[in-house]
T-cell receptor
Framework: GAGVSQSPSNKVTEKGKDVELRCDPISGHTALYWYRQRLGQGLEFLIYFQGNSAPDKSGLPSDRFSAERTGESVSTLTIQRTQQEDSAVYLC??????????????FGPGTRLTVL | SQQGEEDPQALSIQEGENATMNCSYKTSINNLQWYRQNSGRGLVHLILIRSNEREKHSGRLRVTLDTSKKSSSLLITASRAADTASYFCATESLNDYKLSFGAGTTVTVRA
């Protein structure tokens, strides 16, 4: 596709349930990032994938959060036992090459997660 | 923690006026980027300025970078209603692939 796509666009769940968010990066982009954005705030880095290297999970807020990526394609972000504080927009971005000086990230439209 | 801090937090201007927002950061950088976000969804990349550049233009956008003061400014000239959005600066630090985003400046352009 032409850009980064994410699904679902909106997700409402009950506290304690697990959710899975999906990201399709731009074809050929080796780097993929997940961010969380709470209402009225900036972006919090969650996790980063680069090719077949071990992902950088340093931004994951708790062990309830995990993410996977198959090769250089789709990524899924899983939140287990959701809490109300997990309510936010989850944004995915991809970039062509981490080692490129101009590391421009291209963002998907986000998934708005609401935990009741 | 956030590297960049935007100022002001919110800005309201009349259509046709210029809008200026500033970004300060803490550590040395490879580059600084400005993004726009409409309605709390995906961010759109506007402009990137490298650490060895001092000024850059793109259409109605002008970005300056002062590495000695660790600050940048984004100027939008002749604003339009469609410029209403939140604007974020993001820094790519030395030896770090991650972008650190500020909390953003919300710009409202009144018709």
């Amino acid at each position: 596709g032409a850009g980064v796509s994410q699904s679902p666009s909106n997700k409402v769940t009950e506290k304690g349930k697990d959710v899975e968010l999906r990201c399709d990066p731009i074809s050929g982009h080796t780097a993929l990032y997940w961010y969380r954005q709470r209402l009225g705030q900036g972006l919090e880095f969650l996790i980063y994938f680069q090719g077949n290297s071990a992902p950088d999970k340093s931004g994951l807020p708790s062990d309830r959060f995990s993410a996977e990526r198959t090769g250089e394609s789709v990524s899924t972000l899983t939140i287990q036992r959701t809490q109300q504080e997990d309510s936010a927009v989850y944004l995915c971005a991809s970039s062509l090459n981490t080692y490129d000086v101009a590391n421009t990230q291209y963002f998907g439209p986000g998934t708005r997660l609401t935990v009741l | 923690s956030q590297q960049g801090e935007e100022d002001p937090q919110a800005l309201s201007i009349q259509e046709g006026e210029n809008a200026t927002m500033n970004c300060s950061y803490k550590t040395s950088i490879n580059n600084l980027q400005w993004y726009r976000q409409n309605s709390g969804r995906g961010l759109v990349h506007l402009i990137l300025i490298r650490s060895n550049e001092r000024e850059k233009h793109s259409g109605r956008l002008r970005v300056t970078l002062d590495t000695s003061k660790k600050s940048s400014s984004l100027l939008i000239t002749a604003s339009r209603a469609a410029d209403t959005a939140s604007y974020f600066c993001a820094t790519e630090s030395l030896n770090d692939y991650k972008l650190s985003f500020g909390a953003g400046t919300t710009v409202t352009v009144r018709a």
